[in-house]
């Protein structure tokens, strides 16, 4: 199946190039590059694993600890590659495996390590396990590897339960027979294209440890694991007795998500890794209920590091992210674990465009809002995340203060959600806009052929040529501000900070010698000046032994 030689080039070792540095993960800020949209090497219009391989320079100047790839496999790119067809090849629009093979090699070199997206929840519907199944017919023993099921009603015209999908509509499609009869239901709680497996299954088990064993062989560093909360189903598959089920999600435990019965696979995989030299790691994808489930997903003989969604979705407000931040660290000190920061992603909007929009309106928006309030804060809220206790992920563009592409023609959008109609609000496609290098030139120095996504005219200016050596610019913010937190005793790992006594909608926390002040607020505040500033997100100024903190604005002092 695979569409390049499926033996992996000459393995690589991650520890002989890759500059030792004991629990390197615990503070490690991660770089997440969505290869289709990072930089592309064939004039296609489509980014690729060259592309990135020959900016790698340009992330190890930024300052950043490793980078996550999202996911290049075969695949008929139904969800933009999270729709596996084949884990051990590449698909042909990304390279192949020797482009893998020097992507690795060239970023420990450079000192970078890599981590590579898993997608075990479900494969793609041309996997070859799927296409058999299909073709083999009712009673096939490969549709035991994923949830294949008799319909209700008087001739099974109705879907096995309620469960709806994530992407909208139900959860279940029926297949059409060898014989050419309307015939079972297979379950995919994402697009139709992305059956789920069943993980009861023994060789569904077998064959993931292989694929991990296959890339770890290959030097990356470790995995991001797509809907690590999903793979166990509760048993029986029972219905869950309601209707728009996307509003309960991350308020209650469902029947296919955050089932106890994950952990038992981690523990598996967890044994794998430890096997292997140079600290790989493990990074879930969990959206569970509460930041304690998460937790588990993290206990010392499971994964490495979990995404803190509840972080994400905290507004820019000075009280709520005091909770989120206490209730994070609370949950992850008991495990001992590193909490983790985000403010965006290839799934969400990006925060400076939230931002720049009232509170509670979600994490996909299709507002530009104002525009500068939400650099602003954007700048102010990068400041406060890369001051916290753990580990920070940074999506890519968002230190060129990118905004969301909010006007895209509904012709030229390409997110399954979109197209499912009652799903998510399917404006995925806005964060996902090839990022610019050079003020002019085709596609701003993404590639020779334009992009996959129509660019928004202005997008030179924000463009990494137009912000490189001008100082205030967010790209120079974030070059500063990752060096200082690489070079200051006080930041990066730890699992507590020392809250102050401030105004309200002023949040600030001391570690050591260091002192961070966040005004979320919409206007100037005067503060104790904590000591020397290393860094400020906006403009401040100081007299006698006073600081005034502008309006959405960041400042990191040290006494030492």
């Keep these: 199946m695979s569409q390049q030689p499926s033996a992996a080039p000459a393995p690589t070792s991650a520890v002989a190039t890759v500059s030792e540095r004991h629990d390197w993960w615990r503070d490690a800020v991660i770089y997440q590059v969505y290869p289709r949209s990072f930089a592309d090497s064939n004039g296609d219009g489509m980014g690729d694993l060259e592309g990135v391989r020959t900016r790698l320079p340009y992330l190890r100047d930024l300052g950043v600890d490793a980078v996550w790839l999202s996911p290049f496999y075969a695949s008929p790119q139904a969800d933009a590659g999270y729709d596996v067809a084949d884990y051990r090849a590449v698909d042909p629009m990304f390279g192949t495996l020797l482009d893998a093979d020097a992507l690795i090699r060239d970023a420990h070199a450079l000192g970078l390590r890599i981590i590579v997206d898993l997608v075990p929840n479900h494969s793609s519907d041309q996997y070859d396990w799927f296409k058999r199944a299909l073709a083999e017919g009712p009673g096939s023993p490969l549709r035991d590897r994923y949830h294949f099921r008799p319909g209700k009603g008087k001739n099974g015209e109705l879907p096995p339960n309620d469960w709806e999908s994530i992407f909208g509509g139900p959860a279940w499609t029926r297949v059409t027979e060898p014989d050419g009869t309307p015939g079972e239901w297979y379950l995919h709680l994402f697009a139709p294209e992305q059956p789920d497996f069943n993980w009861e299954h023994p060789a569904v088990g077998d064959e993931f440890r292989s694929i991990l064993r296959f890339w770890l062989d290959m030097g990356v560093d470790g995995f991001r694991i797509d809907v690590a909360h999903g793979m166990v189903k509760a048993e029986g598959l029972p219905d869950l007795g309601s209707h728009e089920q996307l509003k309960l999600l991350g308020n209650d435990v469902m029947p296919f998500f955050d089932q106890d019965g994950v952990h038992a696979i981690y523990r598996q995989w967890r044994r794998i890794l430890d096997e292997y030299s140079g600290e790989r790691i493990f990074v879930a994808e969990a959206w569970t209920p509460t930041v304690e489930r998460t937790a588990n997903y993290v206990r010392p003989d499971e994964l490495h590091q979990a995404f803190n969604f509840q972080y994400l979705g905290t507004h820019w407000d000075a009280e709520e992210l005091r909770t989120v931040i206490d209730r994070t660290l609370d949950a992850m000190r008991p495990v001992g674990a590193p909490a983790t920061w985000v403010l965006s992603n290839h799934d969400v909007t990006r925060h400076a465009t939230r931002f720049a929009n009232p509170a509670g309106l979600g994490t996909q ?31 890519q563009g968002e230190e060129l203060g990118l905004p969301d592409v909010v006007d895209l023609p509904d012709e030229v959008r390409q997110d399954p959600a979109y197209f499912r109609g009652a799903g998510q609000d399917g404006f995925r496609d806005g964060c996902r806009v090839p990022i610019p290098w050079t003020r002019e030139g085709s596609s701003y120095g993404f590639g020779d052929g334009g992009s996959w996504l129509p660019q928004p005219a202005g997008w030179g200016e924000l463009s990494v040529e137009a912000q490189t050596g001008t100082p205030g610019s967010t790209l120079e913010l974030y070059r500063e501000a990752l060096a200082v937190r690489r070079s200051t005793a006080d930041l990066g790992a730890g699992d507590a900070v020392e809250w102050l006594r401030a105004p309200e909608g002023v949040a600030a926390f001391r570690r050591g010698d260091f002192v961070c002040v966040a005004n979320t607020t919409g206007e100037s505040v005067a503060l104790p000046a904590y000591g020397r500033v290393l860094l400020a997100s906006g403009e401040i100024t100081e007299t006698a032994g006073e600081a005034k903190v502008p309006a959405d604005t960041t400042v990191w002092w040290t006494r030492a």
């Design 365 to 395: 928006i299709r507002l530009a809002g104002d525009r500068a309030l939400g650099l602003r804060r954007a700048r102010a809220a990068t400041l406060l995340m890369l001051a916290l206790p753990g580990s920070a992920y940074v999506y």
